[in-house]
Structure formats: structure tokens, C-alpha cells
């Protein structure tokens, strides 16, 4: 089949006006200027932009849901089938705002990706961690249930897992491992979703993240690291992870460690709007919010002018709620969030785009930029996200969305 756009955005690098999109058996044949596209038979569709499929670098297939004022605890007290059933609303509203790849970074993601996989369920390729790692007390833990309960739930497979002590890091490292885990997620701070904890503290200690480290690159897996504190950030650069998720708290010394190292930062700047626009969170996280979102905004903005690489990610957390909606679908809203923060349209893009799937290290598929050889991942829209971020954040802007070379059913309006 053949894609006609008036507007070509291959992901990383200028776009390109009057283009064609050639797709066969699943992956990018051309693209480039509709003049010296090769002759193709088959479909042709026209529309307006051209773009790769969206990477949401950070989310959470926890099916929580969206009422009650966010417990991270009902993912040890509700079955796992309600909250596993959830998540496919999620997945197919997500898929069908053109995110076509997602990192789950503590979630059901790695049993939910065998669904996808074998076409059970519609949504995004996942790429999974399985359980957050966390030291006793810390960020994954569940402070508000009984500590035997937790322990048990993290060593049974449950999507919080506790390990102390370089032996008990590496078990739990391999535990994900064995269940699929594309990527590793580890706490290096507090959180602003735990009870107890504090984000300006350091969790891990260096010696067992670099266990965690070790353990995942044994099998070419990188690991992400959960921090808001600066004590935590550089611990988990010197341990050699690889990405930074939310990193709240840059300055410069962090930012020439994160250029120093490579490491990827995952700003997560959605999860922190959407918190501070909900009026039924218990005063401690309302509080713990709003301590941090000014120093986050100030550290992606510096990270940004330092050169830091930046990838996308929402961090949403919470499931829609039918009837009404919610975070999924609108996951590239983060988009727009990063161009008020000094990203020019185009970066934020190759941030959602060509830069993404180098946040799962080796294990990154050839995803992300149109250009031959790809997979034919991408979405079509009726206007132009380089004039106006905001319509990646918006299903109705969409036109269409393609996953490995075949079309979304749902998703995008009337495109000729
Ligand atoms: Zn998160």
C-alpha cells in the first residue's frame, strides 16, 4: 500500500513536503518525496501529515481505577482479572490515538503483551518490566497494607516486589526476567505515590543497583530508574542505568552526569498536570505534587538546554473510566507539554519517535522513523502537530493509525 501526504515527519531529520509512504509486508518500503517514490499497485491513501507511530516511554498497565483517589495498594487487593481487563480499554484507546509502542515500567505489561501479541486484544507493542524493584519501605512498597502482604505479593509475581541486599537484588531481578521483562525498573528515590517515603531521598544503594544492573545486561536488558531526588539520580548514574524516569530534580552537575553516561531522561510531565488537576487526592500525595512539579519543570527545561537526551513519557497510571474517559488516548498530550518547556515541535516529536525505542537498550526494534526498513508504524492526521503540538494529544485530530504495516480498526475520522 501507498500513504500520499502533503506532509512527511519521518521522526529524526527535516520533514519532507509532497511525500509518499510505500509499505510492504509490514515494514516501510519508502519514504521520501512523492516524485521519486517507486511505482506501487495497490491502496493509496491520502491525508494531510504522515507521521511515525508515538512510543509512550513510561506508563502503567495497573488497571487501577481512575475513582477512589489513586491507591496503589489496590493492586494487591483487587484480582488481577478486573484489573488485567481494564487495561484492554486502555491499550485500544492508547493504540488508537497513534501509540503504537509502550514501556510499562511496573504493570501487568508482560503477560498483557503475549494478548497483543497473538491479536487477542488491539494495542501498542509492550515493552515491560514486570515488577518495580524497591528497597523495604521504599517507593514499591505498599505502606498502607501489612508488610507480610507485600512481600508475598511481589514474590508471587505481583507488580511491586521488595529486595534488599545485593542476593535478594539480583533474585528479583531475575524473577522479571523469567517473566518476560523487556526492561528492568528500579526505585533510586521516594515517591510521590507512597505514603512514607520521601523523593528527595535516596533508596537503592549504589552497590545494589549496580547488582540490578549487572543482572539485566547479562541478559541485554537496561534498567530504569524511578528518581525525583538529586542523591538518587546520580546513585543510579554511577550504577549505570539507563534511563532517568521523571528526574524532578536536575541541576548541572546531574545534567553533565546524564550527558556523561548517555543516560536517556524520561520527564513524565503528564502524570504531574493531570495529578494537580484532580481535587480527590489525599492531602499527602496533593502535598508531595506540589513540592515537586515547579523543580521538575525548571530540571526538563535545563536537562533540554544542556543537550540531556529526552524520550517521552505520561507515566499514566490509572485506567478510563467507560463513559467518561481519561488519561489513555491522550498520552500524546505530553507532547505539547514538552514544547512549553523550550523543546522546539519537531524535538518533542523525535522524542516520542526516533529517540524512544533507545530506552529499551538492545532490545529495541527497528521502530520509530520512516525510513526503508522500519516497521511500518505510523499515523495519519488532518493537521499539522509541527503548527500545533496539541493534536497528538487528541484522538479526533487523528486520521488513522497503522501497526505493522495493517490499519487500526477504529481508530482516525474520514480520510480519503
Ligand atoms: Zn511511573
Not at 512498597?141 to 512481600?151: E, G, I, R
Not at 543497583?209 to 543510579?236: D, P, S
Not at 531522561?265 to 489525599?282: F, K, Y
Not at 500545533?388 to 475520522?413: H, N, S
Request: glycine share 12%.
Amino acid at each position: 500500500m501507498r500513504i500520499e501526504a502533503d506532509l512527511l515527519i519521518p521522526g529524526r531529520g527535516e520533514p519532507v513536503k509532497d511525500a509518499a509512504l510505500v509499505v510492504a509486508d509490514g515494514r516501510i518500503a519508502y519514504a521520501g518525496p512523492s516524485a521519486q517514490a517507486p511505482a506501487s499497485t495497490g491502496e493509496v491513501v491520502r491525508a494531510p501529515v504522515v507521521m511515525p507511530g508515538l512510543w509512550d516511554c513510561h506508563v502503567h498497565l495497573l488497571g487501577l481505577p481512575r475513582s477512589g483517589g489513586v491507591q496503589l495498594s489496590k493492586a494487591a487487593t483487587e484480582p488481577v482479572a478486573t484489573r488485567a481487563a481494564r487495561c484492554v480499554g486502555d491499550l485500544q484507546a492508547a493504540l488508537r490515538a497513534g501509540v503504537t509502542s509502550v514501556r510499562d515500567l511496573c504493570g501487568l505489561g508482560a503477560y498483557l503483551a503475549d494478548a497483543v501479541e497473538e491479536g487477542s486484544i488491539a494495542g501498542p507493542a509492550i515493552y515491560a518490566a514486570g515488577a518495580l524493584l524497591s528497597p523495604t519501605g521504599g517507593h514499591g512498597d505498599l505502606h498502607d497494607l501489612p508488610p507480610s502482604w507485600v512481600t508475598e505479593f511481589g514474590r508471587d509475581g505481583g507488580e511491586f516486589r521488595q529486595c534488599d541486599g545485593e542476593a535478594e537484588c539480583a533474585k528479583a531481578t531475575r524473577e522479571q526476567l523469567r517473566k518476560g521483562a523487556k526492561v528492568i525498573k528500579l526505585s533510586a528515590s521516594g515517591g510521590g505515590l507512597s505514603v512514607r517515603d520521601d523523593p528527595q531521598h535516596q533508596q537503592f544503594t549504589v552497590a545494589e543497583m549496580r547488582t540490578i544492573v549487572e543482572i539485566a545486561g547479562n541478559a541485554e536488558r537496561v534498567v530504569a530508574a524511578h528518581c525525583h531526588g538529586k542523591a538518587g539520580i546520580m546513585a543510579a548514574l554511577e550504577a549505570g542505568v539507563h534511563t532517568i524516569e521523571h528526574g524532578s530534580c536536575l541541576d548541572e552537575e546531574a545534567c553533565a552526569a546524564m550527558r556523561e553516561t548517555g543516560a536517556i531522561l524520561v520527564p513524565t510531565l503528564t502524570v504531574q498536570e493531570n495529578m494537580l488537576a484532580r481535587t480527590d487526592l489525599p492531602p499527602w500525595v496533593e502535598r508531595k505534587a506540589r513540592a515537586l512539579a515547579d523543580q521538575h519543570r525548571a530540571s526538563v527545561s535545563l536537562a533540554h538546554q544542556r543537550g540531556v537526551t529526552i524520550a517521552m513519557g505520561s507515566d499514566i497510571f490509572v485506567s478510563r473510566t467507560p463513559g467518561v474517559g481519561g488519561t489513555w488516548g491522550g498520552n500524546g498530550q505530553e507532547v505539547a507539554l514538552l514544547t512549553e518547556l523550550g523543546m522546539s515541535p519537531l524535538e518533542a516529536i523525535e522524542a516520542a519517535t526516533a529517540t524512544a525505542p533507545r530506552t529499551v537498550g538492545p532490545q529495541a526494534p527497528k521502530s520509530g522513523l520512516l525510513a526503508a526498513g522500519y516497521d511500518a508504524d505510523f499515523l495519519l492526521l488532518h493537521e499539522n502537530p509541527l503548527a500545533d503540538p496539541a493534536v497528538l494529544g487528541d484522538p479526533a485530530k487523528i486520521a488513522g493509525v497503522w501497526k505493522a504495516g495493517l490499519r487500526i480498526e477504529g481508530a482516525g475520522t474520514s480520510v480519503a
